[in-house]
Nanobody, 115 residues
Framework: QVHLWESGGGSVQAGGSLRLSCVAS????????MAWHRQAPGKGRELVAL??????RYADTVKGRFTISREDYSNAMFLQMNSLKPADPAVYYC??????????WGQGTQVTVSS
């Protein structure tokens, strides 16, 4: 079983930056993919950024502004969010999938951007 722990959300002015963190824990954990999704009020959950052992990808709306990174030795993942826009506020969720096929979602962390 995988557990995810998120931190780093908050409120920032447009143009500002935030850094989200997520740590995965579990027995004999071997993480294949970690990703950030977000869900704004009244909208579906969308992929923001993904980092697997062979691929890194971003939503078009965040390319050039957000950077995903991983520390595999600690099963940690980060999302550096720069130049935040009024369109970015949402609950951001961490996601993890292991090589054995187990996956999990974090509890979500709120990001608010004021103009």
């Amino acid at each position: 079983q995988v557990h995810l722990w998120e931190s780093g959300g908050g409120s920032v002015q447009a143009g500002g930056s935030l850094r989200l963190s997520c740590v995965a824990s579990g027995s004999h954990l071997r993480v294949e993919t970690m990703a950030w999704h977000r869900q704004a009020p009244g909208k579906g959950r969308e992929l923001v950024a993904l980092a697997s052992t062979s691929d890194t990808r971003y939503a078009d709306t965040v390319k050039g502004r957000f950077t995903i990174s991983r520390e595999d030795y600690s099963n940690a993942m980060f999302l550096q969010m720069n130049s935040l826009k009024p369109a970015d506020p949402a609950v951001y969720y961490c996601y993890c999938r292991t090589f054995s096929g187990n996956d999990a979602w974090g509890q979500g962390t709120q990001v608010t951007v004021s103009s």
